[in-house]
């Protein structure tokens, strides 16, 4: 009977202490406007003991890691600033980045999703002979259109009334 207990005890030691040291918790999704963008990611140390830590962040975009310590004391979390520097190039793109912590020996990941602000669409609206080219919004383009069309349409109604109200 006491193996019995013994090995009880020893599997419950073993899974006790083989659980996870580290929590990561940060957004899942960042939308990236403006010259800078920073969001926030927590990392705690839920461990008995004070552990190193080293943090990687994956994205397209220039950034940096702020306020990052190089160790977190026993069962303390530690808050950790990341800040994009977009470039004009990303305008309208969605990437998948990846913030990675390493406390002790165990490492934690965190997928993000970066959407980067929306782009300016040049388009091309025929007038006649001649192409406005300019930098509009597609609803600004869809109501140019409308306009056009809503034009020519009362132009050829009128020259149909004025022919069939015109004396012969």
Known sequence: MDYKISAILAFLMHFSLASSAISLNAPSTVT?????????ATIE???????????????????RLVNV??????????????????TEDRAGTVYASTLTARLGEETASRQITLVFGEAKKTLAVPTGLVALETIISQENTLNIALALTAAILLIAFIARFTKRI???
């Open 166 to 168: 015109s004396p012969k």
């Open 32 to 40: 990236v406007n403006g010259p800078e963008t920073r969001f926030f």
């Open 45 to 63: 140390n839920t461990s008995s003991s004070e552990l190193g830590l080293a943090v990687f962040f994956s994205s397209p975009a220039p950034h």
């Open 69 to 86: 310590p190089s160790t977190i004391p026993a069962n303390r979390a530690a808050v950790i600033e990341i800040v994009l520097e977009p």
